[in-house]
């Protein structure tokens, strides 16, 4: 059999080259061999803009590829085999290494015949093409790839691709593209109980598997071994715990505490038990409200998709949230440089990238700029992170951007200066800024006395940092008409379940918080709906649920709610509207309860130095609250609460251990007026 191999690394040339070869002329035959072309797709770099770095603050356990250090350690290598369709026989392989997961083009000539091809993706050791992480060299080449020594994870240099294609070469030679997908899904655990004040501060993490799991992966018949596996109780390196909050900064609350990648199957999915330990140096931690190895059942693993287990690993209520995350954010590429690069980058990606972008402005922007983000239709998640604080304002016009646009920014942000990160087209699905997500953000974005109005509206899932003590649970949920937030309180939020500094009344309000963009210095609206239920109205049990908006410094709390107990929470009352505000304390709204369950809007408005206060647009009461601060400073945060009452302190009259209620919201909106 003659042999013909060209490897070249511009996808445009090994095309070229394909297409004018006379073997793929389809009148071949005979036997005479035929050119076979395939160009492998995986994340890839390109423009201006270089890789950032876990060094760099760059990692995020949603990434795969997006957190290897190309440019100073790794490279990154495909291999191509092809085998007789049977199985039975390897006829030709090739490696090509080269320095980032760019496209790689293999070409050469075979007999006529049926044939599978396997391609393997993964990373290598700068300047070499030996196996790093995977075994591929024995005879059986890409059926039997196997992890090299003992097991470790936490370690994105793990990330793989693959894929296996049946050809007919019969009657011609192929030109074909082949894009490469994960064989196997990552698990990462977030700990959402981290605070502060833990007793002892976890340093490490490991994940120890209960059953078996795969050491080794056929690419031939895209499936796992079953031959080759660590046997249970198998366990990862401990991970140095990183500050890794998905797609939002981190926080004195979530922490990433360990992740892994797993041999997958071909379609489904496969559950796995493992336990979750952590670590203070080599000691294991049982923290002093918590049980110590937190041990996790039939969590899923799928191919090519994230699984991630949130929950209380520090406290002794279980709860745990599992989602399976089918964008894997591997396929976000993170790069930095100037504002310049940023549009220059965005230029070129817009027909060439496939995946996610993640892209970071390392120096102080001087000149007001407005980046334009083209139509890119084959990425979903962009997100721009602006490492240093801003001198003058971004503008974002994403007309033709179909995707969510996701923005971090450093101060000044959110209120302190004008020179804020506004997009400007209404058809971005989802606009995320420091971690909270809006549905829209319209009108003109200048605060001078001429703007027009500015409107936030913020989605359901908008609402992820606690306030006071996370809530049993809060979730988007389809309620009564309304894409509404549903916050639930039960007894694994109760004082005996939180325990240590957190066991006083202070800690039975519990809630999420959203942080306000660019909030105004004058006068604003802000309101929400709020469902009011027979259980509410009837006043049976005790509740207490609301709108709350806040700034610590100086102090405004305005809040507007509904309950039937007594300023102190220890006394059942009946059922009514109630203001709070910061220098008079608790008042009854002169408003009749409502006779119906139903929505009602609760809007709280700043005029002048007065806070006003409507339910379903009647005025129910005003406020002077700090009114010499109102001016100069404004709310930077709102939360939607609700009121634990499973074990009160001070009062027997209103606790109930087996205490649970569910309080919904919806239409959350912030307005500047003009």
């Not at 080269?98 to 993964?122: C, E, H, I």
Request: proline content about 5%; aromatic content about 10%.
């Amino acid at each position: 059999m003659r042999k013909l191999l060209c490897l070249v690394t511009l996808a445009g040339l090994a095309l070229t080259s394909c297409q004018k070869d006379p073997a793929v002329d389809p009148k071949q035959g005979n036997g005479e061999p035929v050119t076979v072309c395939f160009t492998t797709k995986t994340p890839q770099g390109f423009g201006s803009l270089t890789r950032y770095s876990t060094a760099d603050g760059a990692f995020n356990s949603a990434y795969g590829l997006g957190n290897v250090d190309f440019a100073a350690s790794y490279d990154f290598r495909y291999i191509m085999e092809v085998w007789k369709e049977d199985g039975s026989q390897m006829v030709y392989r090739d490696t090509v290494a080269q320095s980032t997961p760019a496209d790689a083009n293999f070409s050469t000539r075979l007999v006529p015949g049926m044939y599978k091809v396997v391609f393997w993706a993964d990373i290598t050791t700068q300047g070499s093409t030996d196996d790093l992480h995977y075994n591929t060299g024995t005879s059986d080449g890409l059926k039997k790839v196997v992890m090299k020594g003992s097991y470790f994870g936490n370690d994105d240099a793990k990330d793989a691709y693959t894929q296996v294609v049946a050809i007919d070469l019969t009657s011609a030679g192929i030109n074909q593209t082949i894009t490469l997908t994960r064989p196997f899904g990552k698990v990462r655990v977030i700990a959402t109980d981290i605070m502060l004040n833990l007793p002892q501060a976890p340093k490490k993490a490991r994940l120890t598997y209960l059953v078996d799991v795969p050491k080794a992966y056929n690419a031939f018949d895209a499936e796992p071994r079953t031959d080759l596996l660590f046997a249970a109780n198998t366990a990862t390196n401990n991970m140095d715990i990183a500050s890794d909050l998905g797609v939002a900064p981190n926080t004195a609350t979530e922490q990433t505490l360990t992740f892994d990648y797993i041999f997958a199957p071909k379609t489904g999915q496969k559950a796995y038990n493992f336990e979750v330990q952590t670590y203070l140096g080599g000691t294991p931690i049982t923290q002093t409200r918590g049980t110590g190895a937190k041990a996790l059942t039939d969590i899923p693993v799928e191919r090519n998709k994230l699984t991630t287990v949130k929950g209380n690993f520090f406290t002794y209520a279980a709860n745990f949230t599992v989602s399976v995350d089918p964008v894997f954010g591997g396929n976000t590429l993170s790069l930095s440089g100037t504002i310049a690069d940023l549009q220059a980058t965005l230029t070129s990606a817009a027909s060439t990238w496939t995946g996610d972008l993640s892209l970071h402005v390392t120096d102080a922007v001087s000149v007001a700029t407005n980046i334009i983000i083209p139509a890119m239709p084959n990425t979903s998640n962009l997100t721009i992170t602006f490492d240093q604080p801003n001198a003058a304002a971004v503008t974002f016009d994403g007309s033709a951007y179909t995707g969510t646009l996701i923005v971090n920014a450093t101060s000044p942000f959110g209120g302190i200066s004008a020179n804020g990160m506004y997009p400007t087209a209404a058809n971005i699905s989802n606009q995320v800024f420091n971690g909270s997500i809006y549905t829209s953000i319209t009108g003109t974005y200048t605060w001078s006395s001429t703007s027009a109005n500015m409107v936030q509206t913020y989605s359901t899932n908008a609402f992820g940092r606690s306030n006071r003590f996370s809530p049993a649970s809060i979730s988007s949920v389809t309620f009564e008409g309304k894409e509404a937030i549903k916050v639930t309180v039960d007894p694994t939020t109760g004082t005996a379940a939180r325990g240590g500094s957190f066991n006083t009344n202070f800690y039975n309000t519990q809630g999420k918080q959203i942080e306000l963009v660019n909030p105004s210095t004058g006068n604003w609206e802000l309101e929400c709906s709020m469902y009011i239920s027979d259980e509410m109205i009837a006043g049976a049990k005790p509740f207490y649920c609301g709108l709350w908006a806040m700034n610590s410094s100086p102090s405004i709390y305005p809040i507007l709610s509904f309950k039937n107990v007594n300023d102190d929470n220890t006394t059942m009352t009946t059922p009514r509207w109630a203001i709070w505000d910061n220098s008079t304390g608790w008042s009854d709204a002169p408003l009749a309860p409502p006779t119906a369950a139903g929505w009602h809007t609760l809007k709280m408005a700043v005029n002048g130095s007065i806070i006003e206060y409507y339910i379903d647009d009647t005025l129910i009461g005003t406020a002077a609250s700090n009114p010499a601060d109102l001016p100069t400073t404004t709310i930077k945060q709102v939360a939607l609460q609700n009121y634990n009452f499973c074990s009160v302190i001070g009062n027997v009259d209103v606790a109930d251990p087996a205490y649970s209620f569910d309080a919904y919201f919806a239409d959350v909106k912030y307005t500047i007026i003009p």
